[in-house]
């Protein structure tokens, strides 16, 4: 148990049941964390039941639907849950946007959706939180950002994916240096291929044998090591990059 009683966790990108942020909130919560969790374009009815689900944990929990590609959003979400819960004292970044794209496809509209998700909302979120942390009495703070592997091989028809993610994994390690003397780490995790419901037979049937422990991630791996990144055991480690992929093989 990690016992993070009377912590409020603020999670990103929870908009179905079986993603990694739906598994994040949900483990979080049953180690005492308040959640509050943002989402966009999910079913209305599915966020009221999960939502529900995780107060039977005996936490607090709230949610907005945002558009994180608003330039705005970022600073609006923290007053939200500031207002509605308190200041978080961990941030998990965890939404993504992706599309397909290649070198032949590969546009400014393209580059700019991704950027404004994948890289924008992330940053603004990350330094709006510790400002908010500089000034509170808070002494320990938990910045958890979701990555992709990027620096281990590449991903082709995904440059834009790649190049954006790729960015999150910079952005850590320098903001680490930075926010360390406030008592914030900053790590980040790269589940690695994670089933989260895009995987069909015929692709899960290929990437199986990849993996040497012999099964395909979940969305609990990630959530576990999230909430030990979120512990107080985890206060020696920042600026790392948590490659935590059940021994995957590329190539």
Request: glycine share 10%; proline share 4%.
């Amino acid at each position: 148990m990690y016992h993070l009683n009377g912590s409020v966790a603020l999670i990103t990108g929870v908009s179905h049941e079986n993603g990694i942020g739906a598994a994040i909130c949900t483990k979080l919560a049953s180690e005492g964390a308040d959640i509050f969790f943002t989402h966009w374009g999910a079913n209305t009815d599915w966020v009221k039941k999960f939502e529900d689900s995780l107060r039977e944990y005996g936490v607090r929990c709230g949610n907005i639907e945002v558009d994180l590609a608003d330039p705005g959003a970022p600073f609006n979400v923290l007053e939200i849950v500031t207002a509605e819960l308190g200041l978080p004292a961990i941030l998990v970044n965890n939404a993504a946007h992706s599309t397909s794209d290649g070198y032949m496809n590969l546009d400014a509209k393209t580059l700019d959706d991704h950027y404004a998700v994948n890289m924008r909302a992330t940053f603004l979120l990350s330094v709006e939180f510790a400002r908010r942390f500089r000034q509170s009495s808070m002494r320990a703070g938990r910045i958890i950002n979701l990555t992709s592997g990027q620096a281990l091989g590449p991903m082709p028809g995904e440059l834009a994916y790649a190049a954006t993610k790729g960015a999150i994994s910079a952005f850590t390690l320098s903001l680490s240096a930075e926010v360390a003397p406030l008592g914030i780490t900053v790590n980040a995790v790269n589940p690695g291929p994670t089933d989260t419901g895009w995987m069909n037979e015929e692709i899960r049937h290929w990437i199986l044998p990849k993996f040497p422990l012999g099964r395909i991630g979940t969305p609990e791996d990630a959530a576990r090591l999230v909430a030990f990144l979120a512990s107080k055991e985890a206060e020696w480690i920042t600026g790392q990059v948590l490659n935590s992929e059940g021994g995957f093989l590329r190539g």
